[in-house]
Structure formats: C-alpha cells, structure tokens
C-alpha cells in the first residue's frame, strides 16, 4: 500500500513554519524529541521511543563456524523490519529501498566502526564463534528511523550478555544462567547516528525530522559519532549540494546531541542494572502499570488539597434549603398516580380520556330483536383493524318504523 501524499496546503503550511522558524510539533530547530529505553526481562531485550517512534531491539547469539579470512573473529548481523503495523505504506515480505539504506547504514555505522571486539567472541579459532544478531522491529512510524534503531542497537548490544563456555578438548560445553554468570559483550565506544534535513536547496536545517518533514524535504544528512567526538560514518542523500560550513556546523551539533544522548544511556543501563540486584520491578512488567507500551504517559499534575472542607462546607451553607413541604400523590385513576406541584402529566391520562368519550360517542344504540319480531334480524359487521362499526337493516323494518311513525301522528291530530 502506498502512502497517502500530502495536499499542497498541508505542504507549503509545513514549508512556510520552518520558514517562520517553527515546527509542528512545537520544537525548536535544534531540538530532539524525548528519548525513552525500556528494558525487557531478558538481556538484549529493549524497547526505545523517540517521541512517537518506537523501535524494538533484541540481540541473540549462537555458535557458528568463522570466516576462513578471519578465523579469530566472531560475526555481527542486523536486521531491520519495517511492518505494515508501524506504518500502512510498509508492505510485509518485501524489502524496500528504504529498508535496504537503513540495513546498509546500521551496518557501516555500528559494525564497520569496530564499537564491539569480535575477537573476544572467539571459542576455538578456525572452528567456534559466537555469532551475534541484532534484530530491529519497527513498532511505530513517525520520522528519523535511523536515529531510534541506532540507538536501540547499540543500547541492547550493551545490554545483552552472552552465555559462558569451557573447553575440554575439542568438546565445548556452553552453560546456562543458573550454572554460571552471563557474561557481557566487550563495547568500545557508542556510535549514534544524528539526521539532519534540509529544505528549499539547504536554506533551512532541522534536526530530528518527524514523517512530515521527511516528505517536503529536499535532501538528509547522516552523522553517526560517538561521545569522543569520532566520527563513524557520514551519508548524503537527496542530491542537493552542501557546503564545507554546513557540514561542519552539522558536525558540532551531532558532537553535542551525541554526548548527551550516551549519557541518558548510561543512566538507563546503571538503573536497569542496579533494579535486577535489589530485585524490584524491571523489564516490560514495570511499564505495564503506566501503559508506556499501549499508550503514551501524561504528566502527571498535582492535585491542591488544602482547605477543601472549609469550602465545602462554605459551599453548603450559602446553599439555599429545601422546602419543608411534603407532595402529596394526586391520583388520576386507578393505578396510576402523580406526585409534586406543578408538575405536568407524565401517564397521558387526559389523552385516555379523550379517547373513551370518542369511543362512547361512536356507540349507536341497539334495537331490540324482540321488538322487531322474528321477521328481521340485526347483523353486526366489524373491522378489528380500523375499530369501525356498520349496522344493516332489512327493508321490512324500515316500513314498519314508517308505519308506527304515521299512526302515532294521527293520534297526535285527533288528541288536538
């Protein structure tokens, strides 16, 4: 699925704030988002979030068979995902030439700058290395993908901690946890990879673009360093032109966001460690409580509670009572009942009403059949659907009617 593009106004209200010197997100040009790592239970297991993307990172290792040309050194993998879960415009079980770059520059930035000693991962030489593997999922997309897996890389390499082995012969036994202590992986320096973006032909330059920024972009800028000020690795893409200036003022500011993002690493990592000796809370299960991982965590605002009853009770005394009159049940028929003054006629009693005056007056009056003698008989046909009734009557009676009519006249006349 591709990604939905952006309107022409949604393009030129992003160009014109970053001309104004503002960014959506309410950040300064320099800024960085807020950076969190959450630890798993198990080493090398972690969770990083830079404002709204996250990424997850977990190392394994196993035995495996070195490389004839470097017999004496372990290997190092990275993979990194990108699940239509972070993002719809992923497509899963095809690799993108997005997802090619990243692979590529976790690679030069983390492997080829020599930050983990491979030949301590050496067993037997020529014939048993540990053989490291660094998978990255990404969680959630929201811009600078590069900056949050390099961080969760090396974060969880520095973490993770590789079983321990004896050599017997040529017998290797690897043992377990409880047999004897998890040995950590042997780290020189940390390489952080730092983006920059450039906008109309290099005249603007953001740090730590978000998903869209990185759209209206005209080119970005990867720094990777470490806190000694060593540069790792440097990428270009975009094909705009920068000056030596504009590297270097890039250089200075990766330099400063570097120092203080290893430092919030270190301080995770002590945390972490420190939690697992005490044996508190540690891992996913000590975010759980504060939903870190399904939502994102609002600060918290404390609450003023001096003084609240004294309100309260103020509050209550200004009220005005209420009145000490008792309603009494007004009853309008059987069964039914009204309670209160005032108060308008809830059970559509009147309309009741109304409606059995309608219906006696729509009642006609029966003749009697004895009356009428056995010549006639009065037929009563009704519609149970509409409620109406209709009365036939056979000639015979009509002139009967006639007749008693005219001799109660003539007697009439004769009485005057």
């Known amino acids: 699925m591709r990604e939905t593009p952006l309107s022409n106004c949604e393009r030129q209200l992003i160009l014109q704030a970053i001309a104004d010197r503002q960014r959506l997100d309410g950040r300064q040009t320099y800024d960085y988002r807020n950076i969190k790592i959450t630890f798993g239970t198990e080493y090398g297991c972690c969770i990083v979030e830079l404002g709204k993307t996250r990424v997850l990172a977990q190392v394994s290792c196993e035995l495996a068979t ?64 540990w053989q490291i593997r660094v998978d990255l999922h990404l969680l959630n997309h929201d811009g600078n993908i590069i900056d949050v897996a390099s961080i969760a890389a090396i974060v969880a390499l520095s973490h993770f901690k590789r079983p321990d082995v004896s050599i017997q012969g040529e017998e290797v036994t690897v043992y377990t946890a409880e047999e004897r202590d998890l040995i950590p992986l042997s780290i020189h320096h940390m390489p952080i990879a730092v983006s920059f973006a450039f906008f109309q032909q290099g005249t603007y ?37 920068l000056l030596k200036e504009q ?81 009494k049940p007004i009853v309008r028929a059987p069964g039914t009942g009204q309670i209160g003054e005032g108060i308008q006629n809830e059970w ?40 109406e009734m209709v009365i036939l009557e056979p000639e015979g009676c009509q002139k009967k009617e006639k007749k008693t009519s005219k001799g109660t006249q003539q007697k009439t006349s004769k009485i005057i």
Do not use: W
């Open 205 to 241: 330059l953001l740090v730590d673009p978000i998903e869209h920024e990185e759209r209206v972009m005209d080119g970005l800028l990867v720094i990777a360093m470490n806190k000694h000020r060593e540069l790792c690795t440097i990428q270009s893409s975009g094909g705009i032109m």
């Open 247 to 327: 590297i270097l003022r890039c250089t200075k500011i990766a330099g400063v966001k570097v120092a203080e993002i290893t430092e919030l690493m270190q301080k995770a990592l002590e945390n972490d460690k420190n939690v697992r000796k005490e044996g508190g809370k540690f891992g996913f299960a000590e975010s759980v409580p504060n939903k870190r991982i399904t939502s994102f965590k609002l600060d918290e605002v404390a609450v003023p509670t001096e003084g609240i009853e004294e309100q309260a009770e103020e509050i209550v005394s200004k009220a005005e009572t209420s009145p000490a009159v008792i309603p």
């Open 66 to 129: 070195p490389k004839p040309s470097r017999p004496t050194e372990g290997t190092i993998f990275f993979n990194l995902e990108l699940s239509p879960m972070a993002s719809p415009a992923f497509e899963p079980g095809r690799q993108s030439e997005l997802l090619v770059k990243l692979n590529r520059l976790l690679e030069r930035c983390l492997r080829n700058s020599k930050c983990i000693d491979t030949e301590s991962l050496c067993v037997v030489a020529g014939a048993k290395v």
């Open 348 to 387: 559509l009693i009147n309309d009741l009403e109304d409606d059995e005056d309608e219906d006696e007056e729509d009642i006609v009056p029966e003749l009697d059949a004895q009356s009428l003698g056995n010549e006639a008989e009065i037929i009563h046909l009704s519609d149970s659907e509409e409620e």
